[in-house]
């Protein structure tokens, strides 16, 4: 279904950028933490940094909360999510999958062991088996020290348009390429606020609640 047409004849297509504490206008719909296996009971919703390791003791979770920007019944034409690496434990490449959440879970009392407090992941720990899809959104492969990884969620973020209610946000894993490794990146809480995840969502359909400049 296509959304207004231009003059050309052209479906109009939105971009929103969605960052927290910038854009768009502040934007305040993030969230994000560190489920770590050697600090199960631990709660790291404020970390200033998510963490993904290869072998899968560490891994990180973030949402974006789409519903008071894009409309309902909007085709999503692209959706990027882009981290900024701030840190490798060895020069070792690494595959950042990202895998759709299906249990509802609380920024400020997530951990390893639970989704929120008094509930259990369904899966069992660190958001495991039942907890999230088996099938990922998008992955990443690389290997550097500092600069943006960029995973495509497309499928994702067109799930979360379609039915806000499925938008338990994304698990990010490392796996294996050549080795064991740990990665660091900014989290929605990192003080220099340009250097926070970022998801970028482009979109057919009506204009977006708080509207930006069309695409195209």
């Excluded at 806000?164 to 989290?187: D, H, M, Q």
Aim: hydrophobic letters at 35%; charged letters at 10%.
């Amino acid at each position: 279904q296509l959304g207004p047409a231009t003059a050309s004849g052209q479906a109009v297509l939105y971009t929103i950028h969605f960052q927290a504490g910038l854009s768009p206008d502040g934007y305040g719909g993030a969230s994000d933490a560190i489920l770590d296996y050697f600090a199960t009971t631990t709660n790291m919703g404020s970390h200033p940094e998510l963490w993904t390791k290869s072998d899968g003791w560490q891994r990180s979770l973030i949402r974006f909360d789409l519903s008071q920007h894009i409309p309902a019944g909007a085709t999503v034409v692209s959706a990027t999510l882009t981290l900024r690496v701030l840190g490798q434990s060895a020069a070792l490449a690494t595959r950042l999958a990202a895998y759709p959440v299906l249990q509802p879970w609380i920024e400020n009392q997530v951990t390893w062991d639970q989704a929120q407090q008094g509930v259990s992941w369904w899966g069992g720990g660190g958001c495991d088996g039942a907890s999230h899809s088996g099938t990922e959104t998008g992955h990443a492969d690389f290997g550097f020290s500092s600069g943006d990884v960029v995973v495509d969620v497309t499928s994702a973020a067109q799930s979360w348009v379609s039915d806000p209610s499925t938008n338990k946000g994304l698990l990010l894993k490392g796996e294996f390429i050549s080795g064991g490794v740990k990665y660091r990146y900014a989290s929605s809480n990192y003080p220099s606020w340009s250097l926070r995840p970022i998801l970028v969502v482009t979109y057919e359909g009506e204009p977006p609640i708080a509207t930006p400049t069309p695409t195209s």
